[in-house]
Structure formats: C-alpha cells, structure tokens
C-alpha cells in the first residue's frame, strides 16, 4: 500500500508538471486517494475514471471541481450508491464512459462493452439526473473537452 501511495503522489506530480489531467481509478480506497489528492494538492483537471464512490464522496469531489466519470455500473439495479452519487454531481463534473470491453450497461451485461453503448448508459445518467439526453450530452462533450484540455 506505501509504494502504491507513493506512485500516485508521483504521478500527481507528473501531472501538474505537465498540465496533464490525472486520470484516478479509485477502486477500495476512497479516503486514501481524497486524503492524497489534499495533501499533495490535485492537478487543475481531475478526473475519477469508472466512479465508484458514493453520494458523500460525490460531494466532496464536486466541491473540489474534481470529474466524474460514469460507466455501465450506474445502470445496475443494485447500484443505489451510484445513482445517488450521480444525483449530486455538479453537470459540468460528469463525464460518461464505456471501459470497453468491461463494465457493460445493463440490459447488455455478458457482452463486451464498447462505444456503441454509450448511449444506453448517457441514457440512463440523463434520467437519474432528471434531464433530456441531448442536455447530459452535451454537457458531458464540453467536459470533456475541458477535462481533456482539446
């Protein structure tokens, strides 16, 4: 666990040197990665790839400008914390993905996730957040390109 804290505070620092955005798969280490990113001070673009975290954690991500991104997880029906996390999420923090070919989006779980199933997970975002689609859309592509500096 102390080498892998000490390679993120590396790549933080990489990050920053390089205006770059820190893309964070934060997987069972929550307080850690937030503890971290305090007290090295976290790049100007943050983002947390396949969010896993929950509503609490949402907040505090979305009161530091950190991203988040969303994947086939948040249609689950079991995945209550997600959609509660996405619920709190600030429209121009959130961002969608596939991990193709993994994290599927419900109905399709089983088969390979991949970029045609965007939609079907943007989909299913927009109603837990209570817009149209083509709002969530496109809120998500000019975060992106912010995220992403392009």
């Known amino acids: 666990m102390e080498?892998?804290?000490?390679?993120?505070?590396?790549?933080?620092?990489?990050?920053?040197?390089?205006?770059?955005?820190?893309?964070?798969?934060?997987?069972?280490?929550?307080?850690?990665?937030?503890?971290?990113?305090?007290?090295?001070?976290?790049?100007?673009?943050t983002v947390f790839h396949c969010y896993s975290g929950d509503e609490a954690m949402a907040r505090v991500c979305g009161q530091a400008g950190y991203y988040l991104s969303f994947a086939g997880p948040v249609t689950f029906p079991a995945n209550?914390?997600?959609?509660?996390?996405?619920?709190?999420?600030?429209?121009?923090?959130?961002?969608?993905e596939t991990d193709a070919p993994f994290l599927t989006p419900a109905p399709f779980r089983g088969r390979?996730?991949?970029?045609?199933?965007i939609p079907v997970t943007l989909r299913a975002m927009a109603q837990v957040k209570g817009v149209e689609e083509d709002e969530l859309a496109a809120a998500v592509a000019a975060n992106t390109a912010r995220a992403f500096d392009y």
């Open 3 to 45: 080498i892998q804290q000490e390679s993120f505070r590396r790549h933080i620092a990489l990050a920053k040197k390089h205006g770059k955005a820190l893309v964070i798969h934060d997987r069972d280490a929550h307080e850690d990665v937030l503890r971290i990113l305090t007290e090295e001070g976290a790049p100007e673009r």
């Open 112 to 117: 390979p996730n991949a970029p045609y199933l």
């Open 80 to 96: 209550h914390h997600l959609r509660a996390a996405l619920a709190v999420t600030p429209m121009d923090r959130i961002l969608v």
